[in-house]
């Protein structure tokens, strides 16, 4: 029995220990990471440069994409790296970082998906005081709150996770250094981060139960629009949040709540993968393919690059 240490190292099984796998595991990452950097960098770059973007809405979204960018970034390029030199390790450090950055952007993400809903269904059920309720300063304010709900979310979880004394060797189950595996080699049950992991879960309950009221009244007042277009626009602006919201916080529950076996399992690396791989790259594709001011400025920026170039 010891407990975490500075000059330890851990090892990640990932997928699997056949090198023909690994090589696929590392080009389908590769793949996808490109994807993710190229999708939320371009999504960036937009809502920067066109000043029709300049909005509350972009400006969630420019974060959004931010944070993406760097949600992606904490796991996949080790693991490409681990695949491609046919190693597993990862040093103490390395997996503090990663535990740290993840809870800091992950819960910065979930908080900041609630203040989108928010967003959205002020835009929807109160358009004559959007301008009032959501100013530039109330935008600040809950992007930082947000930033500042996600910290202190990391540092706890950080601290009652590597405080733990563990038993046998220090195998992670997974492609990145993921809480629950951590916890699987505890000693025994770690009732600072068990209370820590119950209060984050909640919290994030309480903020999925509010995304959706939200949404409950932004679909009741799109539903009485008596304008087709109306009606099209504002679903297909405020769906796909839904559908993001959705999908990263149903695969964190399942992960958090359901028991480890102490076998490796193919199903918990891929549940895994839904919420830490997935929402960074189909968020752009949501939101740049099925917004007409996003392709409007995409549009223009070529425009622009074509003209200077000629």
Not at 33 to 62: E, Q, V
Not at 237 to 243: D, F, G, N, Q, V
Request: aromatic residues 12%; neutral net charge.
């Amino acid at each position: 029995m010891e407990n975490f240490t500075s000059g330890g190292t851990f090892f990640l099984m990932g997928f699997s220990d056949i090198r023909e796998i690994q090589i696929l595991h590392a080009v389908l990452f590769l793949l996808i990471y490109l994807a993710a950097i190229l999708g939320n960098l371009l999504i960036i770059t937009l809502t920067t440069k066109d000043h029709r973007l300049h909005t509350p809405m972009y400006f969630f979204l420019k974060n959004l994409s931010f944070l993406d960018l760097c949600l992606i970034s904490i796991t996949v390029p080790k693991s490409i790296m681990n695949s491609l030199m046919n190693q597993n390790t990862i040093s103490f450090l390395g997996c503090v970082s990663q535990v740290f950055f993840f809870f800091l952007l992950a819960s910065t993400e979930v908080a900041l998906l609630t203040v989108m809903s928010y967003d959205c269904y002020v835009a929807i059920c109160h358009p004559l005081r959007y301008d009032i309720i959501i100013g530039h300063e109330a935008c600040i304010q809950m992007a930082t709150s947000s930033w500042i709900s996600g910290c202190l979310n990391a540092i706890l979880h950080t601290a009652s996770t590597f405080s733990i004394s563990i038993c046998g060797p220090p195998e992670v189950n997974q492609f990145f250094c993921d809480v629950p595996q951590l916890l699987s080699l505890a000693c025994s049950y770690n009732i600072g981060e068990l209370v820590v992991i119950d209060l984050s879960l909640l919290l994030d309950f309480g903020c999925f139960v509010f995304i959706d009221i939200s949404y409950y009244y932004v679909f009741s007042t799109v539903l009485r629009m008596p304008s087709v277009e109306g009606r099209h626009k504002a679903i297909s602006t405020c769906l796909p949040y839904l559908i993001v919201v959705t999908l990263f916080l149903s695969s964190g529950f399942f992960a958090y709540l359901h028991p480890l076996s102490k076998s490796p399992s193919l199903f918990d690396l891929l549940v895994s993968v839904f919420y830490t791989v997935v929402p960074p790259t189909i968020n752009p594709l949501i939101y740049s393919l099925r917004n007409k001011d996003m392709k409007m400025a995409l549009r223009k920026l070529l425009m622009r690059r074509y003209c200077l170039s000629n």
